[in-house]
């Protein structure tokens, strides 16, 4: 059985740091890519970042980037999201995914209908 789990969210002043991390089970995740995607109330769910299998390649939300870093250690079984300079705007549900990696993960990292398995979330909640 599959299971992403998120963690690290929680309250934080405008200006600070969070850094998230998501642990996956019951998968091989040497062929899995995976991302950050965030959901803020009545809003769409919207991509944030992503990462190959091998944690080479990543991809970024162009609005979100210079201060969040996407990692993944040795593509092992745990991903990371370093979140700074956070903005009440960044307020939101941060969920991970993984999507089976293929030769078009360029074209689909961003796109939350291609991911195969999805995490409960993590909330974020940054104060003015």
């Known amino acids: 059985q599959v299971q992403l789990v998120e963690s690290g969210g929680g309250l934080v002043q405008a200006g600070g740091s969070l850094r998230l991390a998501c642990e996956a089970s019951g998968l091989t995740l040497a062929t899995y890519a995976m991302g950050w995607f965030r959901q803020a109330p009545g809003k769409e769910r919207e991509f944030v970042a992503g990462?190959?299998?091998?944690?080479?390649?990543?991809y970024y939300a162009d609005s979100l980037k210079g201060r969040f870093t996407i990692s993944r250690p040795n593509a092992k079984n745990t991903m990371y999201l370093q979140m700074n300079s956070l903005k009440p705007g960044d307020t939101a549900v941060y969920y991970c995914a993984a999507i089976k990696q293929g030769s078009r993960l360029a074209e689909v990292v961003a796109r939350r209908d291609e991911y195969d398995y999805w995490g409960q979330g993590t909330q974020v909640t940054v104060s003015s």
């Open positions: 990462i190959s299998w091998g944690g080479v390649r990543t």
